[in-house]
T-cell receptor, first 112, second 117 residues
């Protein structure tokens, strides 16, 4: 079983839709959870970072962590064509271990 | 957020030559930097962890003599692809986190696309 599972998509939605992106992980030792956005031929950009169960909101983005189910989500409200990108989840263990375990990334297309 | 700069963003070279890619943390010090490789439509693959003032730690299957890493200062790490071959063509990305931060938050460079002819 992979440490992080993420459906690669592709996911295609109309502009204004609510987008739900998800990852599952297998080891409860992972304590830090991140979502990155990557545009084509660019480096990943950190979108959301959290280390506790529950929701964290930033503008149109909401990150949700359910440690009991080992399930993390990223919601995008009022999606825009500029949100079209690949979204990668990443997790790491507690403490100072910055070695990230990555999901495959989900390719999202928001159609005008 | 913190800024990580990578240079060059794109490089084309002949087979057999060596190519150096630089990764700089512009507004913070980074004891540790990470080098990734990414194939088209694939996730990031960690190649090595670069430690300031000491040898890099390579992931299993990554040839350390092929991919030379030097982390000479708290703001600069370099990756040299030696005797490059077409199969080394890829997107190379570095990342770093502020030494002073006690979180898992990483910041990434823009990536360097290497094409070996």
């Amino acid at each position: 079983q992979k440490e992080v599972e993420q459906d690669p998509g592709p996911l295609s939605v109309p502009e204004g839709a609510i987008v739900s992106l998800n990852c599952t992980y297998s080891n409860s030792a992972f304590q830090y959870f991140m979502w990155y956005r990557q545009y084509s031929r660019k480096g990943p950009e950190l979108l959301m970072y959290t280390y506790s169960s529950g929701n964290k909101e930033d503008g149109r983005f909401t990150a949700q962590v359910d440690k009991s189910s080992k399930y993390i989500s990223l919601f995008i409200r009022d999606s825009q064509p500029s949100d079209s990108a690949t979204y990668l989840c990443a997790i790491s263990r507690a403490g100072n271990n910055r070695k990230l375990i990555w999901g495959l990334g989900t390719s999202l297309a928001v159609n005008p | 957020g913190a800024v990580v700069s990578q240079h060059p963003s794109r490089v084309i070279c002949k087979s057999g030559t060596s190519v150096k890619i630089e990764c700089r943390s512009l507004d913070f010090q980074a004891t540790t930097m990470f080098w990734y490789r990414q194939f088209p439509k694939k996730s990031l693959m960690l190649m090595a962890t670069s430690n300031e003032g000491s040898k890099a730690t390579y992931e299993q299957g990554v040839e350390k003599d092929k991919f030379l890493i030097n982390h000479a200062s708290l703001t600069l790490s370099t990756l040299t692809v030696t005797s490059a071959h077409p199969e080394d063509s890829s997107f190379y990305i570095c990342s770093a986190y502020p030494t002073s931060a006690n979180t898992g938050e990483l910041f990434f460079g823009e990536g360097s696309r290497l094409t070996v002819l």
